[in-house]
């Protein structure tokens, strides 16, 4: 079986959903397909305005409104693919959805606040109007087609906002299931229950996390997520003009690409293909034929030393020194364990040799949590002076490259460094992992295009670019321009550009 993940924007229209349709039913001639679906384009942002909007006290009818409109949309554009019967059933379908959606909006602005599981069960719906529409969509298409409920399959295990999907506990469930029965099963994305029963979302890429927890379950021979890029670039396609888009990567590349900022990818999502040894492709619902980005553990075919240079923007650094750090046991522990319990996440951590600092980043939104949590934790010590005031540093940002072959190429990081120094991109901080696949260097957010850049025509422009200045362009200066002008087809082949 396969598992085949659409995004909003390969859902956004009736058209996109046609075709988003229309590739699930390729693969189904070929073998049974499990496909997960995110809401269309704009439904979820808009469930959430309408969560805001009600609790500023505005008109809960025009937010459900805008909500319908794209159903409605959807609905009325595929009168001319599904039959009238069908089509009406949908509408009750949504008609009950707007009805719920609208009783605990009311709820809310009585009572004047939304609990995160009221929130979680309106922020899901989108997604379960979407697989009610593809499998009314398949059938009409001549392919048997059912429905598959996250509820009762997806044990989620966090807050109601944020869960992860206990895979032990719900693996068995998808065994007393008669799978046979449906070539095509379809499930709704970003879904599950918790051990209450109460629905639970699974957070940032939730549908994306879904898919690989369904091919996990499920034993799946592959997993496929169909988004609107031709699969992972080397690096961002809207920083470097030439980025290249990349063939293959392993499950560790994947996982640092998708941590240091890769918007395709989510470390959450690789986490279960990884661990099941699961096949994943990246591909674009636009242009099905293009073959995308594989996910596996098969030996590398690229050769690429550095498979891709990534940029995670908006950092703050902090620096925890002082004559108490030193030989004192314990102290980086007591550091991680605060920003723990403040529930942030670090993004890249450094110290010292002498034991005299530790810097680590974080993303700037989270820093006065950070800030407080820290003072909270190590309160006697900067009043003793054991410590010194705790240093911030926003509008940073970590530009790292990323590549199994790093591991066993000498030389990469003095061209990693000499890359920037040529950019004159200052260095704030440097961290490499253990694994090698990875060095990261902290710098200034504005200066990020240029290190991006510079990065990417070291390792992987074979072009060379020459800058020549001229003062003085008379007789002599407009005969060397002249020569250059002459000599640039020659030195386009020694690929040299001036």
Same mark, same amino acid.
């Given at each position: 079986?396969?598992?085949?993940?659409?995004?909003?924007?390969?859902?956004?229209?009736?058209?996109?959903?046609?075709?988003?349709?229309?590739?699930?039913?390729?693969?189904?001639?070929?073998?049974?397909?499990?496909?997960?679906?995110?809401?269309?384009?704009?439904?979820?942002?808009?469930?959430?305005?309408?969560?805001?909007?009600?609790?500023?006290?505005?008109?809960?009818?025009?937010?459900?409104?805008?909500?319908?409109?794209?159903?409605?949309?959807?609905?009325?554009?595929?009168?001319?693919?599904?039959?009238?019967?069908?089509?009406?059933?949908?509408?009750?379908?949504?008609?009950?959805?707007?009805?719920?959606?609208?009783? $605990?909006?009311?709820?809310?602005?009585?009572?004047?606040? *939304?609990?995160?599981?009221?929130?979680?069960?309106?922020?899901?719906?989108?997604?379960?109007?979407?697989?009610?529409?593809?499998?009314?969509?398949?059938?009409?298409?001549?392919?048997?087609?059912?429905?598959?409920?996250?509820?009762?399959?997806?044990?989620?295990?966090?807050?109601?906002?944020?869960?992860?999907?206990?895979?032990?506990?719900?693996?068995?469930?998808?065994?007393?299931?008669?799978?046979?029965?449906?070539?095509?099963?379809?499930?709704?994305?970003?879904?599950?229950?918790?051990?209450?029963?109460?629905?639970?979302?699974?957070?940032?890429?939730?549908?994306?996390?879904?898919?690989?927890?369904?091919?996990?379950?499920?034993?799946?021979?592959? *997993?496929?997520?169909?988004?609107?890029?031709?699969?992972?670039?080397?690096?961002?396609?809207?920083?470097?003009?030439?980025?290249?888009?990349?063939?293959?990567?392993?499950?560790?590349?994947?996982?640092?690409?998708?941590?240091?900022?890769?918007?395709?990818?989510?470390?959450?999502?690789?986490?279960?293909?990884? @661990?099941?040894?699961?096949?994943?492709?990246? $591909?674009?619902?636009?242009?099905?034929?293009?073959?995308?980005?594989?996910?596996?553990?098969?030996?590398?075919?690229?050769?690429?030393?550095?498979?891709?240079?990534?940029?995670?923007?908006?950092?703050?650094?902090?620096?925890?020194?002082?004559?108490?750090?030193?030989?004192?046991?314990?102290?980086?522990?007591?550091?991680?364990?605060?920003?723990?319990?403040?529930?942030?996440?670090?993004?890249?951590?450094? @110290?010292?040799?002498?034991?005299?600092?530790?810097?680590? *980043?974080?993303?700037?939104?989270?820093?006065?949590?950070?800030?407080?949590?820290?003072?909270?934790?190590?309160?006697?010590?900067?009043?003793?002076?054991?410590?010194?005031?705790?240093?911030?540093?926003?509008?940073?940002?970590?530009?790292?490259?990323?590549?199994?072959?790093?591991?066993?190429?000498?030389?990469?990081?003095?061209?990693?460094?000499?890359?920037?120094?040529?950019?004159?991109?200052?260095?704030?901080?440097?961290?490499?992992?253990?694994?090698?696949?990875?060095?990261?260097?902290?710098?200034?957010?504005?200066?990020?295009?240029?290190?991006?850049?510079?990065?990417? @025509?070291?390792?992987?422009?074979?072009?060379?670019?020459?800058?020549?200045?001229?003062?003085?362009?008379?007789?002599?200066?407009?005969?060397?321009?002249?020569?250059? $002008?002459?000599?640039?087809?020659?030195?386009?082949?020694?690929?040299?550009?001036?």
């Amino acid at each position: 079986m396969k598992v085949m993940k659409f995004g909003g924007t390969s859902l956004a229209n009736w058209q996109r959903f046609e075709m988003a349709a229309e590739i699930v039913l390729t693969s189904a001639r070929e073998e049974q397909v499990a496909t997960v679906l995110s809401a269309p384009a704009t439904v979820t942002n808009n469930l959430l305005a309408m969560v805001n909007m009600v609790l500023a006290k505005g008109d809960v009818d025009e937010a459900l409104a805008k909500v319908a409109e794209v159903f409605e949309a959807l609905y009325a554009d595929a009168s001319v693919s599904l039959a009238e019967e069908a089509r009406q059933q949908l509408k009750k379908v949504l008609a009950r959805q707007l009805a719920s959606w609208r009783a $605990k909006l009311a709820g809310v602005q009585l009572l004047g606040e *939304c609990p995160d599981s009221v929130r979680a069960e309106i922020l899901v719906a989108g997604e379960r109007l979407s697989a009610a529409l593809m499998v009314e969509v398949l059938k009409n298409k001549g392919v048997s087609a059912g429905l598959l409920d996250p509820r009762e399959l997806f044990l989620g295990v966090g807050t109601p906002l944020e869960s992860v999907v206990d895979i032990a506990v719900s693996k068995p469930r998808f065994a007393l299931l008669k799978l046979d029965e449906q070539r095509v099963w379809v499930m709704p994305g970003f879904t599950a229950a918790g051990a209450d029963g109460k629905v639970v979302t699974l957070g940032r890429n939730g549908s994306d996390y879904s898919a690989a927890v369904l091919a996990a379950c499920l034993d799946a021979d592959s *997993c496929e997520i169909w988004t609107d890029v031709d699969g992972v670039y080397n690096t961002d396609p809207r920083v470097v003009a030439d980025a290249k888009l990349l063939s293959q990567l392993s499950y560790q590349e994947a996982m640092e690409l998708s941590y240091f900022g890769a918007k395709v990818l989510h470390p959450k999502t690789i986490s279960p293909i990884a @661990q099941f040894q699961i096949p994943c492709y990246i $591909k674009n619902s636009f242009n099905p034929k293009a073959p995308g980005t594989l996910v596996s553990n098969l030996p590398d075919q690229t050769g690429l030393q550095v498979k891709a240079i990534s940029n995670l923007d908006n950092q703050t650094m902090f620096n925890v020194s002082g004559p108490g750090m030193k030989g004192m046991v314990g102290m980086a522990s007591r550091i991680l364990e605060s920003i723990a319990r403040a529930k942030v996440s670090v993004s890249l951590i450094t @110290q010292s040799s002498s034991e005299y600092s530790i810097s680590f *980043c974080v993303a700037t939104l989270d820093a006065p949590r950070v800030k407080w949590a820290l003072e909270q934790e190590f309160e006697l010590e900067l009043k003793s002076e054991l410590l010194e005031p705790l240093e911030m540093r926003d509008q940073l940002a970590i530009v790292s490259l990323i590549g199994d072959g790093m591991r066993t190429h000498k030389g990469v990081a003095a061209r990693f460094f000499q890359a920037l120094a040529q950019a004159s991109v200052n260095i704030i901080a440097i961290a490499q992992g253990s694994s090698e696949r990875s060095i990261s260097a902290v710098v200034e957010q504005r200066k990020t295009r240029h290190a991006v850049a510079a990065c990417h @025509q070291g390792f992987f422009d074979v072009q060379q670019y020459l800058d020549v200045f001229l003062v003085g362009a008379g007789n002599i200066g407009t005969g060397l321009l002249e020569q250059i $002008k002459q000599q640039e087809a020659m030195l386009k082949g020694q690929h040299i550009s001036i």
